[in-house]
Every structure is written in structure tokens, then in C-alpha cells.
């Protein structure tokens, strides 16, 4: 099982940008594709972007498409996403989820582990 924290989230005005990271510990070797999801108050969980084990291949919502920017770094086993031109539909809560799955994917069902989520606020 791997274990993911968040970090990052924040309050930031509109047109603003914002970076979240995911820190995964434990079975980090069994590791592949890793995504963000969110929800916002009274919405269910939706899709936001997703990258491939080796990095190589990314997924977008196309509401964030062109203003987020999913990455990550192996040897220290984070994910980040890069928040641009925010805008307040934005606002939520975001998670972190890994996937044993090594491609990637934009269904939550293929997602193993989640991170507690970290709370993204764009004000108008």
C-alpha cells in the first residue's frame, strides 16, 4: 500500500496560480500512474489531470487544460500539479491517487491509494 499526503493548498485570488504537491511513502516501488482529483461542496469527485509511471504521458480535464501542469519526480516520490490563471470554479478539495496501474488513466476506479486532500480556495 502507498501512503500519499498533500501539501500546498491555500487561499488565492483569481487569475492567481497555486502549486500542490503529493508526497507517496511506503510501497513506493509497486508505485505507477499517480492523478489529481477534486470536489468541490455539493459536486462529486471529478477527474483533473493524471501522468503515466514513467512520467512520459499526461492527462487533462479539459476545464484545466492549458492552466495545470501535472509532473512528477521518482527518486523522491512526489507529484505535483501547477495551478495558473486559477479562476474560482477551481475551489476545491484536491487529492492525490496512485495507481498500481502503470498508465495512465482519467477513471477514478483504477486508482488504489488516495491522499487526504488539501483544500484550494480561489476567491473572485
Known amino acids: 500500500q502507498v501512503q500519499l499526503v498533500e501539501s500546498g493548498g491555500g487561499l488565492v485570488q483569481a487569475g492567481g496560480s497555486l502549486r500542490v504537491s503529493c508526497a507517496a511513502s511506503?510501497?513506493?516501488?509497486?508505485?505507477?500512474?499517480a492523478g489529481w482529483f477534486r470536489q468541490a461542496p455539493g459536486k462529486e469527485r471529478e477527474f483533473v489531470a493524471s501522468i503515466s509511471g514513467s512520467g512520459g504521458v499526461t492527462y487533462y480535464a479539459d476545464s484545466v487544460k492549458g492552466r495545470f501542469t501535472i509532473s512528477r519526480d521518482n527518486a523522491r516520490n512526489t507529484v505535483t500539479l501547477q495551478m495558473n490563471s486559477l479562476k474560482p470554479e477551481d475551489t476545491a478539495v484536491y487529492y492525490c491517487a496512485a495507481a498500481s496501474l502503470w498508465q495512465a488513466t482519467r477513471s477514478s476506479q483504477n486508482f488504489d491509494s488516495w491522499g487526504q486532500g488539501t483544500q484550494v480556495t480561489v476567491s473572485s
Open positions: 511506503g510501497r513506493t516501488v509497486s508505485m505507477g500512474a
